[in-house]
């Protein structure tokens, strides 16, 4: 039942993230957190290498097709995204597993709130 649980996970986060362009920590690692019930950190790092590659890719080529992709934005992103990730990796391996897992909620609350109300 794990690995169904997991697999419809996957497939939400990829209908989530070609439907919004987020996946991965909107609604994959609270996923793994909250039903697969991996550690805060597992499941960050479970989420950041099922990204590398496929997440992206499909959903990247429709949108491209319909000259929706700013193709320059899209690379300049990607290499924040590459040292952001490597910064953002060795600093949450300073925080316990609670104080990670209540940041990642308070930025959730955060985002939720205004989006929302602005």
Known sequence: MTWVLVALIGLAGGVVAGL????????????LVLLAKLPQHTAN???????????GILGALEYYK??????AYA??????L???ALV?????GSLSDVVLRRAFGGLL???S?????W
């Open 20 to 31: 919004f362009g987020v996946g991965g920590a909107i609604l994959v690692v609270p996923g």
């Open 45 to 55: 790092g479970t989420s950041l290498a099922a990204l590398l590659l496929p997440v």
């Open 66 to 71: 319909r000259g929706q992709v700013n193709v």
């Open 75 to 80: 690379a300049v992103i990607a290499a924040g």
């Open 82 to 84: 590459f040292v952001g």
């Open 88 to 92: 953002g990796a060795k600093l949450a």
């Open 109 to 111: 609350l955060l985002v």
């Open 113 to 117: 709130v205004r989006l929302l109300l």
